[in-house]
């Protein structure tokens, strides 16, 4: 079974299973985490975060639903393919643009000026030319 | 029964002379559940624990424990109770094997080895006094005591009150290894909001006798935000926007508390000659601060 730092923070206005998905995914796509690996039981991650065994097991759920994890009967929840198209990203991806759109409002940025803005980015980071 | 909820208050209501205490409670804590108690002090936690214990008979509504009446039934609840609470008194003339014995007499369902595990985890010498003990060492020795007869319920009133971050961390891990190996029920009331935040699934809020909020923590978090305006014109007042829990600022710019779906305040936001300028998730903490202060900063 593979350590994982983990931590949560109370009072980030986040609840703490969407904070453990957040960095379940992120070990993944460092590579800290690889397809195959066991993830801690919920209750031992339980007691090593100190948080209720119910926010783990909610977490290691819906990364379940989503695809990232797979649980084998009596042996564990493991990593299945890695960071794919899942319905966690998609989330983290909608909340993502909930956010661009708050921000661009704010601007008072219209549909076009925010699309040239995602556009420009988007050719930025393709051709390594820092923004 | 199996079915019966763990804690069932209804209608219970409270007054000690001209103060209301209780104003009708409505609470229902299933097994399994950690369901955490928010309120200021003399909001009426106490009095409400008081009352699941049968410490105070309920002169309106019903308090029922396992489906129990703590008052007329006190052996049958406090058989599968255990309780922590501040400042908890403790027979300081005892050495700590001496009142772990004497708790031992009282409930059959004491288990020695659970008991000399957790005194070995919280460090603690149990040819001690209990007297010459350090508050936080007190804390842990009551909560071996609480714990050790693998009670069905454990009610922690303000456990962690003026303890030091060390001996709060002993009490949660505790806490949390009980809910983990037992599944145990735990009634917590605290101030202390990130402890809350870290262990319940379930969270009541009380201010001045009554329950404001009751819900699922996720829930909680995910419906209220904070929402960051700026007027076109200074505000010399607190903007009156119906439905916003809590209003802070001043000038142009104020931030609202506000529950529900954040869009649903882009008209009347309009309509005041004002923009939204930032929306996030609001913290338990501030939720709780927001509610209790009300509209009015």
Known sequence: MTYLDLHVRPG???PLYRQLIEQILAHIASGQLRPGERLPSVRRLAEQLVINPNTVARAYRDLEAAGTLASRPRSGVF???GVGSTGALERDLADAIDRVLTAARALGLDADALNAR????????LTGTEG | MSAAPIIEVRGLARRFGPIQALGGIDLTVER??????LGENGAGKTTLVKHLLGQLRAKRGTVRLFGEDPVSDPAAVLSRTGYLAENQDLPGWMRLDAYLRFLEAFYPTWDRDLAASLCGQFGLDPSRKLGKLSKGQRARAALVGALAFRPDLLILDEPSSGLDPLARRDLLEAVIRSVVSDGRTVFFSSHLLEEVERIAER??????????LDAPLDEILGDH???SLRFEEPQWRAPELPGALHCEGSGQNWTLLVHGDPGAWDALVAQRRAKVTGLRPAGLEEVFLGRARGSHP
């Open chain 2, 225 to 227: 935000h904070r929402l």
């Open chain 1, 12 to 14: 980030d206005g986040r």
């Open chain 2, 203 to 212: 969270v009541a809020m009380l201010q001045a006798g009554r329950i404001v």
């Open chain 2, 32 to 37: 399994g559940c950690v369901y955490g108690l």
């Open chain 1, 79 to 81: 990593v299945a393919g």
């Open chain 1, 118 to 125: 995602i556009e420009a980015r988007r050719v930025q980071l």
